[in-house]
């Protein structure tokens, strides 16, 4: 049976703290009489998100960070690249050391390896493929985006302090949910990718519905060696189509660079232009690993 952090008598029906949710009393005098021992508590819950719920998101293996600096006041979630961990994003997240900034990390939704559960098969007409991919990743952006509207009603931040840091496959999730997807803007979303919305172009899903709301400001990197450039160089002028009444807030570039999460000083330099004037405080340690090269190449 529960106890009352007050006078620690057992009790069924425990009132909860409204201001911090972590704090439990049996009764209003007893809340009273505890508030000078609970307020320092109380005050740095409340800056704090709690974790999020497991039945939030459809596969197991989500990772939570609070903020180092012990203020939840924006949330990164960084979405995994097909089959990859999610140990090496939470590094690179760690390396960063965005102020004031709790860290989530989303495994693919589809037996937790892929972002889409569409099969290239070997009768497949042209193009039969990319539109059953297209339904698979719209499936994903959905899943996304009631991720964060949970995460919004539930764990006391607002939807423009959420931003998204994305990878490979996980980058088309990313890039549509800020694109597409008709509610208030994120923060921002970065993605490095390899493999940008090839199916979305594919089968003329760049479409953005009447809205009230600007899109999410997005940035995109991509490989200047990869041989398919020219369609992404397509990808990227529809999406420009998209942005063009807010182009501030739609960055393209293309990068000599291997096929690692972030390659070099030229890569993070660009990111952390894209993010500062976007963060309420501006990251500083990621702004002096590039300055001191400390950034070479983060797998």
């Excluded at 965005?98 to 559960?117: E, I, K, N, R, Y």
């Excluded at 060696?225 to 002028?237: I, K, R, V």
């Amino acid at each position: 049976m529960n106890t009352c952090d007050a006078c620690r008598a057992p009790c069924d029906a425990l009132k909860r703290c409204t201001r911090c949710h972590a704090g439990f009393y049996c009764s209003v005098d007893c809340q009273r009489s505890d508030f000078r021992t609970h307020k320092l508590e109380c005050d740095a819950q409340r800056r704090r998100i709690p974790r999020p719920a497991a039945h939030w998101w459809p596969v197991k293996g989500v990772q939570f960070e609070h903020s180092t600096d012990g203020i939840d006041a924006h949330v990164l979630v960084l979405l995994r690249g097909r089959g990859d961990t999610g140990d090496g994003l939470l590094k690179l997240a760690r390396q960063f050391s965005l102020p004031q900034t709790a860290l989530v990390v989303l495994p693919a939704p589809f037996a937790g390896a892929s972002w889409s559960d569409a099969e290239l098969r070997a009768d497949d007409e042209e193009g039969a493929f990319d539109v059953r991919e297209a339904k698979g990743i719209s499936r994903s952006v959905s899943l996304l985006d009631s991720f964060i509207a949970a995460l919004v009603a539930h764990r006391r931040v607002e939807r423009g302090r959420v931003m998204v840091f994305a990878f490979a496959q996980g980058a088309q999730v990313a890039s549509q949910l800020c694109a597409l997807v008709d509610a208030p803007p994120l923060a921002c979303a970065v993605c490095i990718s390899d493999s940008l919305n090839a199916s979305f172009l594919a089968a003329n899903h760049f479409e953005r519905p009447e809205s009230q709301y600007r899109p999410t400001p997005l940035f995109v990197t991509h490989r200047r060696s990869d041989p398919l450039l020219p369609m992404f160089e397509q990808e990227a002028d529809a999406l420009r189509q998209l942005y063009s009444e807010h182009t501030e807030d739609f960055v393209f570039k293309t990068i000599d660079k291997s096929v690692d999460v972030l390659h070099g000083p030229v890569e993070a330099r660009a990111m952390f232009e894209f993010l500062a004037p976007r963060m309420s405080q501006r990251h500083i340690a990621l702004e002096e690993m590039v300055d001191k090269k400390e950034i070479q190449r983060i797998n």
